[in-house]
């Protein structure tokens, strides 16, 4: 069960994720699909910008500490969620981290897959997964587009799981497609 949840919600997550970002960037997609920056690039940037897992919960301080970066104080047992997508936006280590771009210096440090022992251990699926998922999608349907503007996508209602709950697009067929 937990192997299927973990990994089928995230994956699907990180494939309409990049696509959305790929369709609403077209000149950040024309250096991927030009082949100057490696679809690999695009991924981490995609899961940086917008992780398919943006917070994990249940986390309990097993100590009382005082975080140094805020101030705040947790005492032993106390609940914790952390928000690790926030660590892709820090503009401490990012510069614009709001945007999309393929090409950041950046782009691998991020926390989609998490961090220390419980760090994903599908991770090197998922990648492959989206990668072969997208890789096709930009072969078959080389001109599609998203059929609304990027502000237009809802995420689904989740403070864990952050993927858009529909990407409309318009496909149009690669022409060697249609003649097939
Ligand atoms: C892009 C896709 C994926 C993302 C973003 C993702 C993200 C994560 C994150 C952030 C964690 C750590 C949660 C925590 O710290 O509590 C995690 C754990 C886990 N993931 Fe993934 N995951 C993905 C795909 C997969 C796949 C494909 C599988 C299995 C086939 C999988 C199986 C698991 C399992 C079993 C854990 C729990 C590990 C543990 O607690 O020791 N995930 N994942």
């Known amino acids: 069960m ?15 994720t990049l696509l959305v970002h790929l369709m609403a960037h077209p000149l950040q997609r024309a250096l991927i699909t030009e082949r100057t920056v490696p679809l690999e690039d695009a991924l981490e940037e995609s899961l ?3 992780p398919p897992v943006s917070s994990v919960p249940l986390r309990f301080a097993v100590r009382d500490f005082t975080d140094p970066g805020t101030g ?4 032993r047992g106390e609940t914790i969620g952390i928000h690790t997508a926030a660590t892709g936006l820090d503009p401490q280590v990012h510069d ?6 393929v090409r950041r210096p950046t782009l691998r440090r ?15 699926l998922a990648r492959r997964e989206v990668l072969t998922a997208v890789a096709q999608w930009l072969t078959a349907f080389p001109a599609s587009r ?8 809802r995420l689904v209602p989740s403070f864990i799981s952050k993927g858009f709950r529909v ?8 022409a060697a497609w249609r003649a097939a």
């Open 110 to 124: 991020h926390l989609a897959f998490g961090n220390g022992p419980p760090f994903c251990p599908g991770a090197l």
């Open 48 to 50: 940086r910008l917008q």
């Open 167 to 174: 990407n409309p697009v318009h496909l149009r067929f690669h």
């Open 96 to 101: 614009d981290p709001q945007a999309f771009d």
């Open 2 to 16: 937990l192997i299927m949840i973990a990994g089928t919600e995230t994956t699907v997550h990180a494939i309409g």
């Open 146 to 153: 998203l059929a609304v503007e990027p502000g237009q996508l």
């Open 72 to 75: 705040e104080a947790f005492t």
